[in-house]
T-cell receptor
C-alpha cells in the first residue's frame, strides 16, 4: 500500500533554517500536506501543495515538491523555539490522508 | 475558521468498561469524519472513515465491533471503545473534511488510559 516516510529527528539552532524531508510512493497523489503537532495536542495544518506545483511559499514556510522523485520538503526559515514540535507530511490518497512517520524538530538556543 | 471539538481530552477507565469519545464540528457540517489512533512517538494510523447516516468504513485490521463509530448527525461523530483493555490505551484523534483541498481540521485528541 501507500507509504510515506520521514526522518525521525532534526535538531537546529534558533535562527537557522530547518528542512524536513518526506518521501512517498503514491504516483497518483493530488495534494500533499504538512501538519504540526505539539505535545499532547491535535494536528495543525501548516500548508499544502497541489501535485502540479513545484514550490509554494507561505511566510516562513517553503514547500518544495519533486514529483518525479516523489520527494517533498518543508523549509522553515528563521526557526524559533516555538517551532519545536513533530511535523507530519501527509498524502491525499483517493479519499483519505496517509501520514508520514513524523519528524521531531528540536530547536536549541 | 473551521473548528473540530473533541471530548474528553483525557479519560482513564477500567478494563472491561466502554468509553465514548465525541467529535463535533462547531461551525460547519461534516459529512465525513475520520478517526485516527496514534501510538507514542509514532504516526497517525487511520482507523475508520465515518459517513453521516451510513456505516463507517474501517481500515484493514481494525475491529469494527471493538471500535464502534456512529455519525448520526452532520456535526457529531462518536467513537466507542468497547470492553477496553490496556492495549487500547492510546491517543485518539478525529478530523473532519471541510472545504477541500486544505480543509482537514483535526480535533485536539483524546488520551485514553485503560487500567
Amino acid at each position: 500500500g501507500e507509504d510515506v516516510e520521514q526522518s525521525l529527528f532534526l535538531s537546529v539552532r534558533e535562527g537557522d533554517s530547518s528542512v524536513i524531508n518526506c518521501t512517498y510512493t503514491d504516483s497518483s497523489s493530488t495534494y500533499l500536506y504538512w501538519y504540526k503537532q505539539e505535545p499532547g495536542a491535535g494536528l495543525q495544518l501548516l500548508t499544502y501543495i497541489f501535485s502540479n506545483m513545484d514550490m509554494k511559499q507561505d511566510q516562513r514556510l517553503t514547500v518544495l515538491l519533486n514529483k518525479k522523485d516523489k520527494h517533498l520538503s518543508l523549509r522553515i526559515a528563521d526557526t524559533q523555539t516555538g517551532d519545536s514540535a513533530i511535523y507530519f507530511c501527509a498524502d491525499f490518497n483517493t479519499d483519505k490522508l496517509i501520514f508520514g512517520t513524523g519528524t521531531r524538530l528540536q530547536v536549541f538556543p | 475558521g473551521a473548528v473540530v471539538s473533541q471530548h474528553p481530552s483525557r479519560v482513564i477507565c477500567k478494563s472491561g468498561t466502554s468509553v465514548k469519545i465525541e467529535c463535533r464540528s462547531l461551525d460547519f457540517q461534516a459529512t465525513t469524519m475520520f478517526w485516527y489512533r496514534q501510538f507514542p512517538k509514532q504516526s497517525l494510523m487511520l482507523m475508520a472513515t465515518s459517513n453521516e447516516g451510513s456505516k463507517a468504513t474501517y481500515e484493514q485490521g481494525v475491529e469494527k465491533d471493538k471500535f464502534l463509530i456512529n455519525h448520526a448527525s452532520l456535526t457529531l461523530s462518536t467513537l466507542t471503545v468497547t470492553s477496553a483493555h490496556p492495549e487500547d490505551s492510546s491517543f485518539y484523534i478525529c478530523s473532519a473534511s471541510t472545504a477541500f483541498p486544505g480543509g482537514y481540521t483535526f480535533g485536539s485528541g483524546t488520551r485514553l488510559t485503560v487500567v
